[in-house]
């Protein structure tokens, strides 16, 4: 059966990837360029799915940064620091992005004839993205259900996952975490500074792994 995953070329997408290649699907990636600082984390899904022989989509909607100010996309906004709990983090809302890319996706899985869409949504996001929460993924899977006549089935298994759960799952999947990418200001090293860069190096202790890739900081692991 085949089925179409969100591919943004961090872990939590990544692993979702390998996960739902492991169980059998024939396997469609699609990722996008909308405008993200962080744009190089395309090169890392691309790497990442050459590695496992997946068809891999990159669809440019650059245009989207224009209606959807954030610190993500407008270049005089500077990428907050600090927790996904810090009030600030709300500056790297993409406002509804994650339904404009999932409705995208669910256009290409209804071409394909794929049965099944995934994306990474997980519990560390619920605090400040809106789009994540179960709420949004249950009326989400209702909409694209109705969107076609395929019955297309939205899934998100890891939206009551913690990051270090997702990480202990891709460590069993054999998740190449060097070939990811999760800083938000999209340097050549991560910044270990902003909110997703302070939630994967604490992922990484709480499992006791050391993370693969290079950040600007020192890090005691």
């Given amino acids: 059966m085949k089925a179409v995953v969100v591919l943004s070329g961090g872990m939590d997408s990544t692993t979702l990837l390998y996960d739902v290649k492991s169980q059998g699907y024939e396997v469609f990636a699609i990722s996008f360029l909308y405008g993200q600082k962080?744009?190089?984390?395309?090169?890392?899904a691309k790497k990442t799915c050459s590695l496992l022989s997946i068809h891999h989509k990159i669809v440019d909607i650059s245009f989207f940064a224009d209606l959807a100010p954030s610190a993500l996309t407008t270049p005089d906004w500077d990428v907050p620091e600090g927790y996904y709990t810090d009030s600030t983090m709300?500056?790297?809302?993409v406002p509804n992005r994650n339904m404009v890319l999932l409705s995208i996706s669910a256009a290409y899985a209804i071409s394909l004839g794929a049965k099944k869409l995934f994306y990474g949504a997980h519990a560390g996001d619920h605090p400040i993205y809106p789009d994540c929460r179960k709420e949004f993924?249950?009326?989400?899977?209702?909409?694209?259900?109705?969107?076609d006549y395929i019955g297309l089935e939205?899934?998100?298994?890891?939206v009551d996952m913690k990051k270090e759960d997702i990480l202990k799952r891709g460590l069993e999947l054999g998740v190449d975490y060097s070939l990811t990418w999760s800083c938000y200001k999209g340097g050549q090293k991560a910044c270990g500074r902003c909110g997703t860069c302070t939630e994967r190096i604490e992922a990484f202790k709480k499992v006791g792994v050391k993370d693969p890739i290079e950040y600007k900081i020192e890090i005691d692991w």
């Fill in 90 to 93: 709300k500056q790297t809302v």
């Fill in 137 to 147: 993924v249950e009326a989400m899977k209702n909409a694209l259900y109705l969107a």
């Fill in 154 to 158: 939205l899934e998100a298994p890891y």
């Fill in 38 to 44: 962080h744009s190089k984390e395309l090169e890392f």
